[in-house]
Each structure stands twice: as structure tokens, then as C-alpha cells.
């Protein structure tokens, strides 16, 4: 078991470009889940996925932030522009169905300059 | 809506102190209490767990009681090692995975040599 594997592991970009965060959760695993770190807000749920459907994308923050999952086996997150307050880590974790608690990826971190 | 409160940080001991790190919850019903950690770099682990009251969770030499009267989940270890220095998440969950994992702002531990 590889575990949720994120790529890639650090991105920089400059402000206005588009930025595609990848996840590949565990197989078998019918959650999806994104999440962010800051320091200032610490770790906020972005949108998570039930059998590859948005379930709840309430924590995402505005429309330049948009989430996919086209297949049990792949998501994406796209920041677009992208803002230097969209600097932080961003992690996907999945969970298999009517398990307790989460697999977490090593994440994503993110400098938009 | 639930929440969870840890204590704030940093917490810095000695190697060999016994560790508490304070951990309550507000939630409805009786959710599944976590403890995870995340190390420099690093995404989230899962530390230990505990799904009802009165249930202790265990691992690596770290130990919590799920109180309900309390409603605590206070995270302690007998004598830690410079290896545990780390960011420890207190975190709750509803019954099923498909409710969000809320988690505490993180208490981040240093341990002395």
C-alpha cells in the first residue's frame, strides 16, 4: 500500500497563475478529502468527496478554487489565478467507507510570489 | 456546531518528563475522538483513537481516556524522547466517515536532549 500520494510535493508560482494540486488516494478508499494549513488558520476542510462526488465544498473559499474527481483513483484541486494569500500546504487524505479516521498525503506546499 | 480545544503551545521538556497535553471536546451525539501527529515535513498520522467513552486509545507509548463526563481526551505519555518532538492534533469525528474531521489548532512539542 503506496498510502495517498500528492504531487507534487512543493510548487512556486507567480500571482495570476493557475496551480493543479494532484491526489491519488488509497484504492478502496471511497472518501476523498482536501485540506489546508496555514499558521494563521491552522488546518481548514476545502471539500470532500463521497464515490467521486462533491459531498460538501462549503470550506472552499471562493470561486478561483475549484475541486475534481473523475475517478475513484484521481482528484484534483485548481487554484485559478492564484493569489499570494493561497500560500500554505495542502493536504488530501481518503478513508474508506464506514472506517474511523483518515490516511493523510504528505502534502502540497504551495508559495505563490 | 462541535469543536475541539487543546492546549496551546509550544509545550518544551525534557527528555524522560512525563507529557499531558489537554484535549476537550463539544459535540452532539458521541463522536470518535483522535489523536494525530505530524512531524517536520510531513503530512498527518493517525496516533491513536477512540470510538466510545470510556475506551482507551494507545500507541507508541502515548495513551487517552475518552471522558465523557469530562468530555476530555487528554493526550499523556510516561517519558518522552527528543524523537517525539512534534505537532499533536487533537481531532473529532461524527460516526461515519463521511463526517468531517474537525481538529484543534495543533499543540506543537519540543523535547530537550
Known amino acids: 500500500d503506496a498510502g495517498v500520494i500528492q504531487s507534487p510535493r512543493h510548487e512556486v508560482t507567480e500571482m495570476g497563475q493557475e496551480v493543479t494540486l494532484r491526489c491519488k488516494p488509497i484504492?478502496?478508499?471511497?472518501?476523498l478529502f482536501w485540506y489546508r494549513q496555514t499558521m494563521m488558520r491552522g488546518l481548514e476542510l476545502l471539500i470532500y468527496?463521497?464515490?467521486?462526488?462533491?459531498?460538501?465544498d462549503s470550506g472552499m473559499p471562493e470561486d478561483r478554487f475549484s475541486a475534481k474527481m473523475p475517478n475513484a483513483s484521481f482528484s484534483t484541486l485548481k487554484i485559478q489565478p492564484s493569489e499570494p494569500r493561497d500560500s500554505a500546504v495542502y493536504f488530501c487524505?481518503?478513508?474508506?467507507?464506514?472506517?474511523?479516521?483518515?490516511?493523510f498525503g504528505s502534502g502540497t506546499r504551495l508559495t505563490v510570489v | 456546531g462541535d469543536s475541539v480545544t487543546q492546549m496551546e503551545g509550544p509545550v518544551t521538556l525534557s527528555e524522560e518528563a512525563f507529557l499531558t497535553i489537554n484535549c476537550t471536546y463539544t459535540?452532539?451525539?458521541?463522536?470518535?475522538l483522535f489523536w494525530y501527529v505530524q512531524y517536520p515535513g510531513e503530512g498527518l498520522q493517525l496516533l491513536l483513537k477512540?470510538?466510545?467513552?470510556?475506551d482507551k486509545g494507545s500507541n507508541k507509548g502515548f495513551e487517552a481516556t475518552y471522558r465523557k463526563e469530562t468530555t476530555s481526551f487528554h493526550l499523556e505519555k510516561g517519558s518522552v524522547q527528543v524523537s517525539d518532538s512534534a505537532v499533536y492534533f487533537c481531532?473529532?469525528?461524527?460516526?461515519?466517515?463521511?463526517?468531517?474531521?474537525?481538529f484543534g489548532s495543533g499543540t506543537r512539542l519540543s523535547i530537550r536532549p
Open positions: 468527496f463521497n464515490n467521486n462526488v462533491p459531498i460538501d
Open positions: 484504492s478502496g478508499h471511497d472518501y
Open positions: 481531532a473529532l469525528s461524527g460516526r461515519s466517515s463521511a463526517s468531517k474531521i474537525i
Open positions: 459535540a452532539t451525539g458521541y463522536p470518535s
Open positions: 487524505a481518503s478513508s474508506p467507507p464506514l472506517a474511523v479516521g483518515y490516511t
Open positions: 477512540a470510538t466510545k467513552a470510556d
